[in-house]
Every structure is written in C-alpha cells, then in structure tokens.
C-alpha cells in the first residue's frame, strides 16, 4: 500500500510492550475525544472515545485517559502488537449531534518485533 | 470495510485544470465529510454536509467545492488546480445525532498535481 509520508513523531516500541500515545488538545468545549488509526494506504479508523465527563475509558487493549485540566489525552495499548503499527490521531469532536471532528497531529507507532 | 465508497482511488492531472471526486457514505449515513490529508498539515477538515445541506466549514479553499445529492453520495470539485493541492482526499460518513466522532472513512483519493 502507498505511504502518505507525513513528517510525523515516532514512538518504537518492543513487541509485548505497553505504548503511550499522547495528545494535547486546544478546545475546552469538546464534548468527545477519540482516537484513530490509519494503516499504510488506508483511511483512519476509529479505535475508541471518551466524553469529556469522563477521565478513562477501557477498550479492548486500549485505554484513553483524559486530563481536562491540563488538556491532555493518552491512548494505552497493552501488549503491543507488529499489527498496532500505523498513524495514530487524537481527534475533538465539538459541533454536538453534528459531529464537527477536528484531528490533532499523529504520531507513528512503530513494533519491534 | 468502512462501508465507503471513493473515486477514483488515483488520479494525477496538470496545473490549472478541475477534478471532481466522488464519495459514497455507508448506507443510511446521513452526513458527509470532506478532509484533506498532505505531507504538512495532517488531516484538515474541509466540509461537511448533513442530508443534501451544508453544516460544517473549516478551511476550503474557494477555488474548491462540494454538494451532496439526493441519493446521499457528495461530490467534492477542486479546480484551478496547483501543485499544492497535491493531496490525498478523503471522505467520511457518520451517523447523525450519535455524538460521539465515530467517522467510517473510505481509502481516499490520492490527487497529484503535476
């Protein structure tokens, strides 16, 4: 599949290892944030969310985390897999029922194996 | 399988000429995005529409364009092409009223400018 090729960070982590990806967002207002992963040659695709009345939320082998006091979020994936490799993007949703989504900068997730 | 549909998937053009690309959202999705993803700036939303009507703008050029149909598929136009507009386009379906910022995203149309 084709690369898009962004100038991204990086975050190599070792086969069966615990990785942190981490988000600052700018819109207090937002009432969803969510992650997203895009795979080489692909579309993003949603991993999992998190209202802002929330500060953590489970997934399978993920977990979001939410400080609104700082205005910091983080994706928890446990047990990293050669499969997690790809762009991962922290987005804010905040137009409501009209979902406005504006995505942060990615970072790319590379596995060791 | 996001369950969109985009087209075409590549299309490389010259300066100063108009593409149109297609989207079609998952079936029973009523609203419609637009982003724009280059080297520099990530994905950048452009437009957004709910049901045949605009309800989201973020930063579209207005050399660009788009309208959503009857029969829900959107079609983004961009013309007076230049280099910078090399990009790959992606489109996005949702579910209204979810909330929540689960967008299905199709695979994109990768545009090249020449």
């Known amino acids: 599949g084709e690369s898009v090729g962004l100038h991204l960070p990086t975050l190599s982590v070792q086969e069966g290892d615990n990785s942190i990806i981490n988000c600052a967002y700018s819109?207090?207002?937002?009432?969803?944030f969510i992650w997203y992963k895009q795979e080489s040659g692909k579309g993003p695709q949603f991993i999992i969310d998190?209202?802002?009345?929330?500060d953590k939320r489970q997934g399978q082998r993920v977990t979001v985390l939410l400080n609104k006091t700082v205005k910091h979020l983080s994706l928890q994936i446990a047990a990293t897999q050669p499969g997690d490799s790809a762009v991962y993007f922290c987005?804010?949703?905040?137009?409501?029922?009209?979902?406005?989504?504006?995505f942060g900068t990615g970072t790319k997730l590379q596995v060791i194996p | 399988d996001s369950g969109v549909t985009q087209t075409p998937k590549h299309l490389i053009t010259a300066t100063g000429q108009r593409v149109t690309l297609r989207c079609s959202p998952r079936?029973?999705?009523?609203?419609v995005y637009w982003y724009q993803q280059s080297l520099d700036q990530g994905l950048q939303f452009l437009i957004q529409?709910?049901?045949?009507?605009?309800?989201a703008k973020g930063n579209i050029l207005e050399r660009f364009s788009a309208q959503q149909f009857p029969d829900l598929h959107s079609e983004l136009n961009l013309s007076s092409l230049e280099l910078g507009d090399s990009a790959l386009y992606f489109c996005?379906?949702?579910?209204?009223?979810?909330?929540?910022?689960?967008?299905?995203f199709g695979e994109g149309s990768r545009l090249t400018v020449l």
């Open positions: 079936s029973g999705d009523l609203s």
């Open positions: 998190i209202r802002s009345n929330m």
């Open positions: 996005a379906s949702s579910v209204v009223g979810q909330g929540t910022g689960e967008l299905f």
């Open positions: 529409y709910y049901n045949g009507e605009e309800r």
């Open positions: 819109n207090s207002a937002s009432d969803y």
């Open positions: 987005a804010e949703n905040n137009e409501g029922g009209y979902q406005k989504v504006t």
